[in-house]
């Protein structure tokens, strides 16, 4: 089994999973985020290695990222269905950095 590289922080945020023409395709909202990936609940269901391009935003800001779905499921106790973990495969260097910063907040909080 795989694990994770990089530390997810638990968020509510709004974001959309866009299709090929830039259209939004399905609301989502991400629950928790990293570096590395995020994981979002959506009203309709992803498969494995289904590659996705992600709009967010997180602090006033919006950012894209390209992502890869690692892992998808129902769940039954969320207002949407469906959740997908998803490992970013091109994401945008000012969201990384936005993520950074909540690391470091992180840290700031446990020193």
């Keep these: 089994m795989e694990r994770r590289e990089s530390r997810r922080h638990d968020v509510k945020l709004p974001g959309v999973i866009l299709a090929a023409n830039g259209e ?22 992803f498969q494995l290695h289904d590659q996705l391009t992600i709009r ?15 892992h998808c499921g129902q769940v039954l106790a969320n207002d949407e269905p ?3 973990g998803v ?20 840290r700031e909080t446990w020193s």
């Design 24 to 45: 939004v395709f399905a609301t989502i909202t991400v629950r928790n985020i990293g570096v590395g990936g995020l994981l979002f609940d959506s009203a309709l269901p």
């Design 87 to 106: 490992e970013f495969t091109k994401p945008d260097g000012a969201l990384i950095s936005c993520i950074a910063r909540l690391e470091s907040a992180d």
């Design 82 to 84: 469906y959740s997908s």
């Design 56 to 70: 967010l935003e997180m602090e006033g800001e919006q950012y894209l990222a390209e992502a890869v779905v690692k």
